[in-house]
């Protein structure tokens, strides 16, 4: 795909389970690095039209969590919690080859979470965060879940039904390509980003048979589960903090969103037109906000309505 691929290196890394952990990173050049992290069912490379255009100015880290990407899945799904403690080791495993450049955690949806307990774990781990339509419940909701999931009563989340009724086989590239474009939560994807995702979430064997690459009922485990806590952590919060969401995102992000605009310093909350998956829609743009806020300073809290050049959207990843 986009010419600036040739930029980027894979790497692993093996847990004490054997599981190994995979991604990609530009090579270390000394200027600010972004971790970035995924949304679930998808992968770090699913994002490369909108990283692509961040790497001018930042190096990039691109971590697959667990069942995702090119990561391996193990035995069972690890919950959120601990899926932030492993991508937290394996960053810090990589920490020499960072030493003194700014670090920037950098996630979508799931991982936005995943990056905000990251940084709640070890509170020097990120110098400023950047989170994309990070799925925050409000306190009641995340109360309720708390009671919920664990007794078995997964299916409030539709998502997790949906998940596992997902098709997951094509016969060829072109078929997989033809059937996600348009359709869905892609709908209103820019094409470069839908490609994407049928270049690096899906795996392809030697017959050119097609599958997704995070497994249906891997996927279904990250909806029917929610970390311990979120708002303790982001009550802990100390670094810039910029929140950038969807005007069509999910009622509850929204919700959140307003309760954290109330909250001022340390949290920038930039509203943008499109969905929940809304830099997948106009990644070139994406980029271009994420950097101006980036290299913006302020002071307390800055609530702003962005608009870029993207149709509205309905669906969310």
Sequence with gaps: MDIAMNQLTPWNYTLRDGVVIRGHRTEPTGKPVIHFLHGTGLSGLTYWPMLSALTDEFDIFIQDVQGHGDSDSGDRFWGWDNNAAVCREVWQSFSDDYRGCTKIGMGHSFGGILTLLMQDQDAALFDRLVLLDPV??????????????????????????????????????????????GRGMFKYWDPS???????????????????????????????????????????????????????????????????????????????????????QEAPEDTAIIIKDRIHSSFEGNISTDMNISQPEATSHC
Aim: aromatic share 14%; net charge positive; charged share 20%.
């Design 136 to 181: 925050i419940f409000p306190p009641v909701a995340m109360f309720a879940i708390g009671l919920l999931y664990p007794i078995g009563f997964t299916n409030i989340n539709p998502l997790v039904n949906s998940s596992l009724n997902r098709r997951n086989g094509w016969s060829s590239y072109g078929e997989a390509l033809n059937y996600f474009s």
């Design 193 to 279: 980003a839908v490609r994407a995702y049928v270049d690096y979430a899906l795996a392809y064997d030697n017959c050119g048979q097609v599958t997704l690459k995070c497994d249906p009922t891997r996927e279904s485990e990250v909806f029917g589960t929610a970390p311990k806590r979120i708002w303790r952590p982001i009550n802990k919060i100390d670094v810039k903090t910029t929140i950038l969401y969807g005007e069509q995102s999910y009622w509850f992000v929204k919700k959140s969103m307003k309760r954290l605009t109330s909250k001022g310093e340390p949290f920038d909350i930039v509203n943008l037109k499109g969905g929940h998956c809304f830099m």
